[in-house]
């Protein structure tokens, strides 16, 4: 009854300020400026389901925004937005539950030599995802909040610094399981650059600390899976100008990483270290307008180094086993671009590579040449193409070729476009590692007078290492709408399947790397559809409705799963200057087969009215 009578005098409110807002600017004392807008809603909602238990009452919510100066824009602003239960059935923040939470940001000294800033946001109870590839993904409820601050110093002939921390946590329970996924990350940056002498550098170091706990029917180990990971990067880069229009590039980096992963309820850890040196040199001159030439040098100390830092810094959290072989690689090439005329170009390149890897070495060279053709052929295609031949001690006259199509094209009121990508036994990072790929997409777009128009639209890629079965990579989607006066259509189709590793955010999609153990690898297979309508049947009334459907299969080294999500969207609202009546309702289902727990399902509506206007 009390709830009940808070939000009868909550639509009263709502109701009285209807007529007019009051609008306007703030001033607190003599240096305090500050505005305020904001959203009231009011109105009755439920919820049913096998998740949550059912409720329906009158309820209410809302969302602001404060921002102001105090003594002068350029010595302090901020903003803050605050909002209090909204959800998807009423609002546009998406979430299925009653979501509460505040963003705010300062910035200091805006413009002055010493610039700095602050932020903070906080969420309860809020919807989020677990990355799974292809559309929707995994759906989470939890909690989370984030912290940032920043300074810079920027005197005049001196090197400048900035130095910056962000700290971070937040907890998820994935929606029809018990399983709870968590990741904490403290990050802090430091920059400086400076000019010298005709040299331009630039210096840098960084920390990343990552702690993250994964669901089981992922990692495929009894209880959650988590790994504690933290590292280092920092290094210098600078570019001088050389004769000849050219110029001298040299960067130095240098990442040391250590991190475990491993069951909690298992004491089976996999320890982690290593650091990486890399070092880089690049040289272009332009003797020529029609002639370009470059000169590249590289080495690395540590190619599995250099190969699990790119997981890390994904969030990866994979057991990384450590490899006590020595591997480096020194690459050395050259090559020269020329125009031929002004839509035919060329271009050159000779590498030469010295590696070791698991106890043995490589070396050799491999040659690559291509022409491109700028100018459309036929008005239509623009076409390149690259022929690559490599050799070392093992093989010699190995072929490589890559080519790119594209096309644009008017036919009427007809516009058309596409792309064709292709590359057959093309040289890796790892000179014992080849790939062959293609990437296709066409557009179809047709106008068909005022505020009607249909667009169809196809994508595809398809990728693997030629000499390693099983490491297809492929995904192919599908998508068309069609919009007409008062109406709006959508629908769309996605399939993906391939190898992928866990990350803090989900799996995403990995190449072989080299010490990667078989655990760390999830295969995965999903498909989804979905579509969409918008009506606009009178001015100021707005229906809609979306709707998408997804299954997947994921397989660990001792685990699979069959999952499943649906999703149906659909609202209601008619405006009247700074009022709306909305209406919402959302069904939600999602299935983890290795969960272990029965699919979730959960249903929920709301109709009210809402109330814009400006505070102050």
């Not at 969302?63 to 010595?75: L, V």
């Not at 990552?210 to 920092?234: A, E, I, R």
């Not at 249909?454 to 030629?466: E, K, Q, R």
């Amino acid at each position: 009854m009390i709830k009940i009578a808070k939000c009868a005098a909550w639509l009263a409110v709502l109701l009285l300020v209807a007529v007019r807002g009051v609008s306007g600017q703030v001033q607190v004392g003599d240096d305090l400026r500050m505005n305020m807008n904001g959203l009231l809603t009011a109105g009755y909602s439920g919820i049913y389901g096998n998740q949550y238990p059912s409720s329906h009452a009158l309820d209410f919510g809302g969302s602001g925004q404060i921002y102001g100066s105090y003594h002068d824009p350029n010595f302090l602003n901020f903003a803050v937005t605050p909002y209090y239960n909204q959800s998807r059935a009423d609002s546009s923040f998406q979430s299925l539950t009653d979501s509460t939470g505040l963003d705010a940001t300062a910035n200091i000294f805006t413009g002055s030599r010493f610039p700095g800033y602050a932020s903070y946001n906080y969420t309860r109870n809020s919807t989020g995802t677990l990355g799974l590839l292809g559309a929707p993904n995994f759906t989470t409820i939890g909690n989370g909040q984030g912290f940032g601050v920043g300074w810079s110093a920027l005197l005049p002939d001196w090197p400048t610094f900035s130095v910056s921390y962000t700290q971070g946590n937040g907890t998820g329970t994935l929606f029809g399981t018990n399983e709870e996924s968590t990741s904490a990350t403290h990050t802090l940056n430091l920059r400086s650059s400076y000019r010298l002498v005709g040299w331009n550098l630039n210096a840098y170091y960084s920390h990343l600390n990552v702690n993250s706990y994964f669901p089981f029917f992922l990692s495929g180990s009894t209880g959650n899976n988590h790994s504690d990971s933290s590292g280092n990067n920092y290094g210098l880069n600078g570019s001088h100008p050389l004769p000849w229009h050219g110029s001298l590039s040299v960067a130095f980096n240098r990442s040391t990483y250590s991190g475990d992963f491993g069951s909690s309820v298992a004491p089976a850890d996999t320890f982690t270290n290593f650091t990486t040196d890399n070092e880089t040199a690049t040289a272009t001159f332009h003797p020529l307008a029609k002639l370009g030439l470059y000169f590249n040098q590289s080495y690395t100390d540590n190619l599995n180094g250099f190969f699990y830092q790119s997981i890390v810094n994904n969030g990866g959290g994979v057991p990384l086993l450590p490899v006590s072989s020595t591997s480096n690689s020194s690459l050395l090439s050259g090559g020269a671009t020329y125009s031929f005329t002004r839509n035919l170009y060329g271009q050159a390149q000779i590498t030469y590579y010295d590696q070791s890897y698991f106890g043995k070495t490589y070396n050799g060279s491999y040659v690559s040449g291509t022409v491109g053709y700028g100018k459309r052929i036929l008005h239509t295609f623009t076409v390149s193409a690259t022929v690559i031949e490599s050799s070392n001690k093992f093989a010699n006259n190995s072929l490589g070729f890559m080519g790119n199509l594209n096309a644009f094209r008017h036919f009427g009121p007809w516009e058309t476009s596409g792309n064709f990508s292709y590359a057959q036994n093309v040289q890796t990072i790892l000179v014992t590692y080849t790939t062959s790929f293609y990437n296709y997409g066409a557009n179809v777009h047709r106008r068909m007078g005022r505020a009607k128009q249909w667009t169809g639209a196809v994508n595809g890629s398809h990728s693997g290492f030629t000499n390693q079965p099983n490491t297809v990579n492929q995904s192919m989607a599908y998508s068309t709408s069609l919009s007409l006066s008062r109406v709006t259509m959508s629908a769309n189709y996605i399939k993906s399947s391939g190898q992928s590793i866990l990350t803090s955010t989900g799996i995403q999609p990995i190449p072989p790397t080299p010490g990667l153990p078989p655990q760390g690898i999830i295969v995965y297979n999903g498909k989804s559809y979905g579509g969409g309508l918008t009506l606009t049947p009178i001015p100021r009334l707005s229906i809609s409705g979306v709707y998408s459907h997804a299954t997947s299969d994921t397989l660990s080294q001792i685990l699979s799963s069959n999952n499943r999500t649906e999703i149906f969207y659909s609202q209601l609202q008619y405006r009247l200057r700074q009022i709306s009546l909305l209406a919402g309702y959302t069904m939600f289902t999602q299935g983890i087969s290795a969960a272990g727990t029965p699919t979730g399902r959960n249903h929920s509506y709301f109709a009210g009215i809402t109330r814009s206007f400006n505070f102050f």
